[in-house]
């Protein structure tokens, strides 16, 4: 693809009211809707509206304090089916955790969607964070991270045969008595330490070969995993020259895995804060702050710096915490944290507030224009491939984005004005990959 040809790829990264934590405390917030699938529905409709590549579910296994707002509702692959109804042409992504499923479940699930969407589906490929999590699935802890993307790269391997098990032309529908051609069906006889699977699927091979797999891993371990295998990446990214570094280190290491960069979207999130002036898009930040607890903030601030937060001083600078490489929980996030303490020297009481929506993802606060101008200065300068989406308060900051956003990036060029194709691999510039058999070769 050349430059004159590339395209920006945009998703819509749904989460409850939207991504600012107070957003369901807004009094116009669609909190009593959370678990209404027509309201799922109707936003990915808008985003389908807005020619966006997909909509994407983030997904967790335990409850917080509940009192804090809401953080899951609907399982995300249950919604999509639904969802997927809604819609014609909008990819649909999901996590799924490699630590909790099994491969074969994975495999089914994703592959009966793809055929329920008619080739639609993306797997956010995860290995899950939190020891509460684990305890919800048999385990005291978490394992060690680096267990974990080891399951990771089989648990995918696993997948991959099990979606190849049945050839493009495996079904024959001769009702003389040839439903499928067992030439074209095989088992895939996995066995390690992990895993034990025969196969094949019980379902017939997915419309896109492959759901696309997508990663979002920040750790050494996670870059490792994503360069071998994601086909779309998203990242965190707080500012310009993080994204670039990033940016260039993963497509240096997807290159030396013998693939093509180009050909890997990376979408870092995206918060937009969006007004006819800029002080309009400040006044709406600033209406969300104003709804920002402390105390809860606090609590997940703990989260992500892995400490107790509650006595922190909110209008004295951030203690000092410790540095990346002794941090032993998500490190994407800290290392973003840590980068945000050392260009805004914030109080944290400031540092509550540039987390609030998002937990450190870029933020844009403007007109659409202003908007569309560092969108397409991130996007000219190696910063991105495109943005997953991560309105504040849904659905108004999706609203904004396509009703006021997408039009300028359509008029410079930068981003389609129709769907030119049906399936997700289709709107990522992606190929299909081919059955790993031939029943009518055999």
């Given at each position: 693809m050349t430059f004159e040809t590339r395209q920006l790829h945009l998703n819509l990264f749904i989460f409850g009211c939207g991504h600012h934590k107070a957003a369901?405390?807004?009094?116009?917030?669609?909190?009593?809707?959370?678990g209404d699938v027509t309201y799922l529905e109707q936003l990915a409709r808008t985003a389908e509206r807005g020619f966006l590549d997909a909509v994407f579910f983030a997904d967790g296994h335990a409850?917080?304090?509940?009192?804090?707002?809401?953080?899951?509702?609907?399982?995300?692959?249950?919604a999509l089916a639904?969802?997927?109804r809604a819609t014609s042409r909008i990819g649909l992504v999901s996590t799924i955790s490699s630590t909790f499923h099994t491969p074969f479940h994975a495999a089914r699930m994703l592959a009966s969607l793809d055929h329920i969407s008619g080739g639609r589906v993306g797997w956010n490929v995860v290995t899950s964070m939190f020891d509460a999590e684990a305890r919800n699935h048999g385990l005291e802890r978490m394992p060690e991270s680096l267990d974990r993307y080891a399951r990771a790269e089989e648990f995918i391997e696993v997948v991959l045969g099990l979606w190849d098990s049945w050839a493009d032309d495996a079904l024959r529908y001769d009702r003389s008595g040839v439903y499928a051609d067992p030439a074209g069906v095989r088992a895939i006889n996995h066995r390690s330490e992990r895993f034990l699977v025969d196969g094949p699927l019980n379902v017939p091979r997915p419309p896109q070969g492959h759901p696309v797999l997508f990663q979002a891993g920040a750790s050494e371990a996670g870059r490792q995993l994503a360069a071998r295998r994601a086909e779309a990446i998203y990242a965190v990214a707080y500012d310009l020259p993080s994204a670039q570094a990033y940016y260039r280190d993963l497509k240096t290491r997807i290159r030396q895995a013998g693939r093509n960069?180009?050909?890997?979207?990376?979408?870092?999130?995206l918060v937009t804060y969006l007004g006819s002036t800029e002080a309009e898009a400040k006044a709406k930040q600033r209406e969300l702050d104003e709804?920002?607890?402390?105390?809860?903030?606090?609590?997940?601030?703990?989260?992500?710096?892995?400490?107790?937060?509650?006595?922190?001083?909110?209008?004295?600078?951030v203690p000092l915490l410790p540095p990346l490489e002794e941090f032993t929980g998500p490190k994407g996030r800290y290392a973003t944290i840590q980068r945000i303490i050392a260009v805004e020297r914030p109080t944290v009481r400031e540092l509550l507030g540039r987390l609030a929506a998002g937990g450190g993802h870029c933020t844009m606060v403007g007109t659409p224009e202003q908007i569309a101008d560092k969108i397409t200065h991130w996007f000219e300068h190696e910063g991105a491939d495109g943005f997953n989406l991560m309105p504040p308060t849904l659905p108004g900051g999706?609203?904004?984005?396509?009703d006021h956003v997408v039009p300028v990036l359509q008029q410079r060029g930068l981003f389609r004005h129709?769907?030119?194709?049906d399936t997700l691999r289709g709107h990522l510039g992606l190929s299909r990959p081919g059955g790993a058999l031939s029943a009518r070769s055999r």
């Open positions: 369901w405390r807004h009094p116009q917030s669609p909190v009593e809707q959370l409850a917080a304090n509940v009192a804090d707002g809401p953080l899951w509702f609907l399982e995300p692959m249950t639904a969802m997927s960069p180009g050909a890997v979207a990376i979408m870092p999130g709804l920002l607890p402390a105390e809860d903030s606090l609590r997940q601030l703990g989260q992500f710096v892995g400490q107790d937060c509650m006595d922190w001083e909110l209008d004295a600078p999706l609203d904004d984005f396509v129709s769907y030119d194709t």
